[in-house]
């Protein structure tokens, strides 16, 4: 098979002396090592603030929504708020899986598997607020179209809000899929190297018996083509309806066109701030900077660049229209943002999520590591107040002036917030223990075509290479290696 053409100028994907059986040994060393104190010591503390989130949700069930700082003008403010963030988030995910599969960016193989991960968590944690907003969470199940047995009432299939509930499961459902079907054959490799009998039925079990034959291949690369091409239009969808709930009243600030677009750029840049800080701290904590590299992050950097640039055309946009538009109400709401009471929370998102960003032109902050999670967590930051502005600087100011009301988060709600954030890092640092945090298979498959064990068997001279032997041909036996 004649190898890859592979750009002297393009970053290596896979770096350092690798062979396949030390690509296998390195990403499953977390699952087979004892854990790292680094490991342990993020893993009590993920722990012990999901442990506030658990409190602060059974105080809120026990003490009803009044716990919260909500009040006749406000009704929604930091579950919403916290909602829509953390659906942001979750895109990132799929978008690597998916999107970047379908234009066979080589790159992805890296950080797919983290990314889709985080989309699972993210929005796992996102689907609390609904059901804590609720307060009766026993009676979710309304919000399914089920025969009511109290009357004829039906859920509301006008309202996007019911929309919500049906994009929102089916992206979590093929994600899901697809984050499953990616790891069957990474199964099935840890599934031949663990010792222990529980640990060796369960990956069994996990990895249906894959053998990594041809034709099971062949199935898998067609699952992973179709299941890629169904989820890529849910990346635009999710977040488009999400929007609806807000773009389909007639509340000043939010009755606008522009919010579908709007909110699937929003969404992109949070997931890939989030995804950006995670990798930086995987790839230090497991050791794994050969195959997290320096270039992918870049790669990152670049996307989140791009897409920031794009969340600062939609904030101009909107404010532009709204004083062209010759509407005072929507003039009103758009000058109370920037210079109302939550101003400040105005300038936070415009600083964090417009300004911050454009320092990744600058190729020696977009490669240095510290320098990326330093930006991504402002990325993170100005993201969840983009979400609390628009949500509560336009209900704070009522088209009645003896509506107007201020907001105030409880500690209850702080507890809630900071909890999820616990609640996402355990679960992800139990993940990067049990299962492998890098698709083992798809960074053999890039080795020939871009590592720096290729490039050295290229450099050398015909000769020795003719002494030495020829270059191993990738094969789909050594996943099992």
């Not at 909500?70 to 009704?75: A, D, E, F, S, Y």
Request: glycine share 8%.
């Amino acid at each position: 098979m004649t190898p890859m053409y592979d750009s002297p100028i393009r970053e290596p994907l896979v770096t350092g002396k690798k062979d396949y059986a030390k690509v296998t040994e390195d990403i499953c060393r977390p699952i087979h090592s004892k854990p790292s104190k680094e490991w342990l010591l993020g893993f009590m503390l993920s722990a012990g603030i999901a442990g506030l989130f658990v409190i602060a949700v059974v105080y809120t069930f026990f003490t009803g929504i009044g716990a919260w700082g909500l009040n006749k003008t406000i009704g929604w403010a930091f579950d919403i708020t916290n909602f829509v963030f953390w659906i942001g988030i979750g895109h990132a995910g799929t978008l690597i899986s998916a999107i970047l599969l379908l234009f066979r960016q080589k790159w992805r193989t890296g950080v797919n598997r983290a990314a889709e991960a985080m989309t699972i968590f993210a929005v796992i944690i996102a689907a609390q607020f609904p059901l804590v907003h609720m307060g009766r969470p026993w009676l979710a199940y309304w919000i399914f179209p089920l025969p009511n047995f109290h009357g004829p009432l039906w859920v509301n299939f006008n309202s996007p809000l019911l929309w919500d509930v049906f994009a929102i499961s089916t992206y979590f459902t093929v994600s899901l899929l697809f984050w499953y079907i990616g790891l069957i054959p990474d199964f099935a490799t840890v599934r031949d190297r663990v010792k222990g009998p529980f640990a060796k039925k369960a990956y069994t079990a996990l990895s249906f018996g894959w053998v990594g034959s041809a034709k099971a291949w062949q199935r898998f690369e067609s699952i992973s083509l179709i299941l890629a091409g169904v989820a890529t239009p849910l990346v635009l969808s999710v977040h488009t309806i999400v929007s609806m709930d807000f773009a389909t009243s007639v509340i000043p600030g939010w009755h606008t066109t522009i919010f579908p677009p709007y909110f699937v750029a929003g969404a992109i840049f949070s997931g890939f701030g989030m995804v950006l800080t995670l990798m930086v701290i995987t790839r230090r904590v497991l050791g794994l900077q050969d195959y997290i590299t320096i270039g992918h992050l870049e790669a990152m950097a670049k996307v989140t660049l791009a897409t920031g640039m794009m969340v600062g055309v939609a904030y101009s946009t909107e404010f532009f229209i709204a004083v062209y538009s010759g509407s005072e109400y929507e003039g009103y709401a758009f000058m109370n943002r920037a210079f109302g009471p939550y101003g400040w929370s105005y300038f936070i998102m415009f600083g964090c999520n417009v300004f911050t960003p454009q320092l990744f032109w600058f190729k020696k902050i977009r490669t240095n590591p510290t320098a990326i999670f330093i930006l991504s967590i402002f990325v993170n930051i100005g993201m969840w107040f983009e979400r609390f502005v628009i949500i509560v600087t336009s209900l704070h100011r009522d088209y009645l002036p003896s509506s107007w009301a201020m907001y105030t988060p409880t500690l209850t709600e702080a507890a809630i917030l900071l909890g999820t954030f616990g609640v996402f890092f355990t679960l992800f640092l139990l993940f990067v223990r049990t299962f492998p945090v890098i698709a083992i298979a798809e960074v053999k498959s890039v080795m020939r075509a871009s590592s720096d064990t290729h490039r050295s068997a290229a450099e050398k001279p015909a000769e020795i290479q003719w002494q030495q032997g020829p270059v191993h041909e990738p094969t789909h036996e050594p996943v099992h290696a």
